[in-house]
């Protein structure tokens, strides 16, 4: 799991507007633009907020910094792994809640096999969307939104078990502050790609 992963939330008409093979071209085309984009961005990289682009791509997509992460993907992988640990023992309405959240952004599911890409969102060759790790589309991430609303006040009650099934300490994601934090942020990027009617879109380059 040597991955890195940006997150970025995209206007979805303008990213929406392209066909599906040209929208990941697109993307990367205003994200790398000289001295408009965010390659090789001045400004310092600040965790927990929101880099936006310069120029004439500024009003149409945002990447997220989470916090801890170095923008390595292995967090997110050992959230997933966290999570089986614990969901056994969490009630109902958490693992219902965070099986739904999880499956629609990280998690692979207990049999790895979980599709985080919207059908129909990206073309289907895999020598266009090579990097694409996730793409919602902003039906989806509304969805995901209204989840994380829902879970998100049920979550201290996890922590009992947590701390006795799941928790490494010193390892990724190894404490439930840890696991909570990045919940919060992705529920950050949700609420906000949702309150735009945005898409998600997760690369790893």
């Known amino acids: 799991m040597g991955l890195d992963i940006t997150v970025l939330v995209a206007d979805w008409s303008w990213l929406g507007e392209a066909p599906p093979g040209e929208r990941l071209s697109r993307?990367?085309?205003?994200?790398?633009?000289?001295?408009?984009?965010?390659?090789?961005h001045d400004a310092p990289v600040v965790e927990g907020d929101w880099e936006w682009p310069r120029g004439p791509?500024?009003?149409f997509f945002a990447v997220y910094e989470f916090r801890g992460t170095c923008g390595s993907f292995k967090a997110h992988f050992w959230a997933g792994e966290r999570w089986e640990s614990v969901r056994d023992h969490a009630g109902p309405p958490v693992r219902a809640g965070l099986d739904a959240l999880l499956l629609g952004l990280i998690w692979g599911g207990l049999d790895g096999e979980a599709d985080h890409v919207d059908q129909g969102f990206f073309c289907d060759d895999p020598a266009i969307?090579?990097?694409v790790l996730l793409a919602r589309s902003p039906d989806s991430v509304r969805e995901l939104a209204a989840v994380w609303?829902?879970?998100r006040p049920r979550l201290d009650g996890l922590r009992g078990a947590f701390d006795e099934h799941a928790a490494a300490p010193g390892r990724w994601v190894g404490d439930f502050d840890e696991f909570t934090g990045l919940l919060d942020d992705w529920g950050r990027v949700l609420s906000e790609a949702a309150r735009r009617g945005w898409g998600l879109v997760g690369l790893s380059e």
């Open 149 to 151: 609303e829902d879970v």
């Open 27 to 40: 993307l990367r085309g205003a994200w790398y633009a000289d001295e408009t984009g965010l390659w090789d």
């Open 57 to 59: 791509n500024g009003a």
């Open 129 to 131: 969307t090579y990097g």
